[in-house]
Nanobody, 111 residues
Framework: QVQLVESGGGLVQAGGSLRLSCAASGNFFVRNYMAWYRQAPGKEREFVAQ???????AYAESVKGRFAIYRDNAQNRGELQMNNLRPEDTGVYYC?????WGQGTQVTVSS
C-alpha cells in the first residue's frame, strides 16, 4: 500500500525556519518526481517546489531563494527546507510523489 507521511510542521515566528519531511512507503518513490504544495485558509492548493528523478528542481516565485527541496532515494524520503519564513507562507503543506499525496502538515508563521 502506497503511503506518504509528512512531518515537521509547526508554529514559527517570521524569519524563522522549518524543515518538512515526507516519508514514502514502497519502492515507487525512486521512479517518480516529488513535489510540495500548500493550501492557505480560503485559498486553492498551490505549487511550492518540485524535484524530479534527475535532480532538476523548480520553485514557485514566492519561495525562490528561501526554500530548498531535497530527496533521498535510498531512504524513500523527501524534505523541504524553509528559511526566512513569512506569515504568507502559512498553510497546510502536502507532499506529492507522482499521483500520490500525503495527508498534509500544518505550518503557521506568526508576524
Amino acid at each position: 500500500q502506497v503511503q506518504l507521511v509528512e512531518s515537521g510542521g509547526g508554529l514559527v515566528q517570521a524569519g524563522g525556519s522549518l524543515r518538512l519531511s515526507c516519508a514514502a512507503s514502497g519502492n515507487f518513490f525512486v521512479r517518480n518526481y516529488m513535489a510540495w504544495y500548500r493550501q492557505a485558509p480560503g485559498k486553492e492548493r498551490e505549487f511550492v517546489a518540485q524535484r524530479n528523478t534527475g535532480g532538476a528542481t523548480a520553485y514557485a516565485e514566492s519561495v525562490k531563494g528561501r526554500f530548498a527541496i531535497y530527496r533521498d532515494n535510498a531512504q524513500n524520503r523527501g524534505e523541504l527546507q524553509m528559511n526566512n519564513l513569512r506569515p504568507e507562507d502559512t498553510g497546510v503543506y502536502y507532499c506529492r510523489v507522482g499521483d500520490y499525496w500525503g495527508q498534509g502538515t500544518q505550518v503557521t508563521v506568526s508576524s
